[in-house]
C-alpha cells in the first residue's frame, strides 16, 4: 500500500505563485509515473502534468510555460511549481502516483486527499 500526502495549496492572488508537494509513503513498492491532475466546481477531472520515472514530463496546454512538475526520487516527492497564476486555476489538485509491487510488478494507481487552489482576481 501507499500512501500520498499532499501540501502547498492556498490562497493566492491573480499573477502569484504556489508550489506544490506530494510525498509516497509505503514499503514494497516502486514509484513509477508520477502526475498532477485539478477538479473544478462542475467540471471533470483533467491532467496538468506528468513526469516519468526517467523524466519525461508533459503538460496540459493551459499550463505550458507557467508550471513545471518536477520529482524528487530519494524522497518519492512530486512537486509542482505553479506560476503566474489564475483565477481559471482555481480547483483541488490531486496528486496520482503509478506504483509497481515490488514482488509481482503489478502496477497500482494511487491518489492524494487534494489540495485547494484558489486564485483571486
Known amino acids: 500500500q501507499v500512501q500520498l500526502v499532499e501540501s502547498g495549496g492556498g490562497l493566492v492572488q491573480a499573477g502569484g505563485s504556489l508550489r506544490l508537494s506530494c510525498a509516497a509513503s509505503g514499503s514494497g513498492f516502486s514509484i513509477n509515473d508520477m502526475a498532477w491532475y485539478r477538479q473544478a466546481p462542475g467540471k471533470q477531472r483533467e491532467l496538468v502534468a506528468a513526469?516519468?520515472?526517467?523524466?519525461?514530463?508533459s503538460y496540459a496546454d493551459s499550463v505550458k510555460g507557467r508550471f513545471t512538475i518536477s520529482r524528487e526520487n530519494a524522497k518519492n516527492t512530486v512537486y509542482l511549481q505553479m506560476n503566474s497564476l489564475k483565477p481559471e486555476d482555481t480547483a483541488v489538485y490531486l496528486c496520482k502516483v503509478v506504483a509497481a509491487n515490488v514482488v509481482t510488478s503489478r502496477q497500482y494507481a494511487y491518489w492524494g486527499q487534494g489540495t485547494q487552489v484558489t486564485v483571486s482576481s
Open positions: 513526469v516519468t520515472s526517467g523524466g519525461r514530463t
